[in-house]
């Protein structure tokens, strides 16, 4: 469906304003409302961090000047509703503006391309690898992407929004933090699976393993299911080095199965698993 030249208007809490954004290019999905709500925007530092941190919730002075007198290489992001659908926006804003200069200095002076531009190239590159290689996945191995949005404001300059379907929480801090204290192991199974299931089908994600952590895989609770998120430096022509599921309770030097696979499943400690003792003593 071509639905490029479509506009829907958005609000972010605290900025005070309502605009009007227009699609940027060609899209399978539809929004089913004219208008969506999302919260303020957060903004995660670093995309290596433990299970304990989490991102960061900003003031409006501080997300609005995102890109000019600071930057990172993490897009801002928030939640967000059209009608009854729940969403995740993730933001780039500011993109006609100069970076400042004192932040990633040399990757500028070599590159001649600041960190909020990367990220706005990089929503470019996630866009085309959904269009090209994940069509069929949407909504359930992935959630479905309701496409690049573009609109020009008085508190945020140039901005560029990807817009995902909500797809449930960071695997790694709900199994490890919030049900610390509960057996996870059939949830951390759907994870793995679900990578597999990529591999199977040639796509290697390329990025799920951070420092002492998880990284794109999330969890929903109440479907218990697992999905992927942010394909930014995958590839779709990946041919597994072992073709078999990880083998539970066994050693992660011999997986039998694909390195990341094989590393997925040694960060949500697979092999070494001893299930907690649910005892009372009478």
């Given at each position: 469906m071509d639905m490029a030249g479509e506009q829907r208007r958005i609000s972010f809490h605290g900025s005070g304003f309502s605009?009007?954004?227009?699609?940027?290019?060609?899209?399978?999905?539809?929004?089913?409302?004219?208008?969506?709500?999302?919260?303020?925007?957060?903004?995660?530092?670093?995309?290596?961090?433990?299970?304990?941190h989490a991102p960061s919730l900003l003031r409006y002075d501080e997300w609005q000047s995102w890109g000019t007198t600071w930057q990172c290489n993490s897009c801002l992001f928030a939640g967000a509703t059209c009608g009854d659908l729940k969403l995740c926006v993730k933001i780039a804003i500011n993109l006609e503006k100069e970076p400042p200069r004192d932040a990633d200095s040399i990757f500028y002076e070599r590159t001649r391309v600041s960190a909020h531009l990367s990220v706005a190239q990089s929503f470019l590159d996630e866009y085309k690898f959904y269009r090209d290689h994940l069509q069929e996945l949407?909504?359930?191995?992935?959630?479905?992407?309701?496409?690049?949005?573009?609109?020009?404001?008085?508190?945020g300059g140039v901005v560029l929004l990807s817009i995902f379907e909500w797809a449930?929480?960071?695997?790694?801090?709900?199994?490890?933090?919030?049900?610390?204290?509960?057996?996870?192991?059939?949830?951390?199974?759907?994870?793995?699976?679900?990578?597999?299931?990529?591999?199977?089908r040639g796509i290697s994600h390329g990025q799920l393993i951070g420092i002492c952590n998880i990284r794109h895989i999330l969890?929903?609770?109440?479907?218990?299911?697992?999905?992927?998120?942010?394909?930014?430096?995958s590839s779709a022509d990946h041919e597994c080095n072992g073709?078999?599921?990880?083998?539970?309770?066994?050693?992660?030097?011999?997986?039998?199965?694909?390195?990341?696979?094989?590393?997925?499943?040694?960060?949500?400690?697979?092999?070494n698993y001893v299930p907690p003792i649910h005892e009372t003593r009478l």
């Open positions: 605009n009007i954004m227009y699609r940027a290019g060609v899209c399978s999905y539809e929004l089913p409302d004219a208008h969506i709500t999302a919260d303020a925007p957060r903004c995660r530092e670093s995309d290596n961090h433990g299970p304990s949407q909504g359930t191995l992935v959630p479905r992407h309701y496409g690049l949005w573009r609109f020009n404001s008085t508190w449930g929480s960071p695997s790694f801090p709900l199994f490890y933090r919030t049900l610390a204290n509960k057996d996870t192991t059939e949830y951390r199974v759907a994870c793995i699976q679900a990578v597999r299931e990529f591999h199977k969890f929903d609770l109440e479907t218990r299911t697992a999905r992927l998120i942010d394909f930014t430096s073709p078999n599921f990880p083998v539970p309770h066994g050693s992660d030097n011999f997986p039998g199965c694909c390195d990341e696979v094989a590393s997925v499943a040694g960060a949500f400690q697979y092999y």
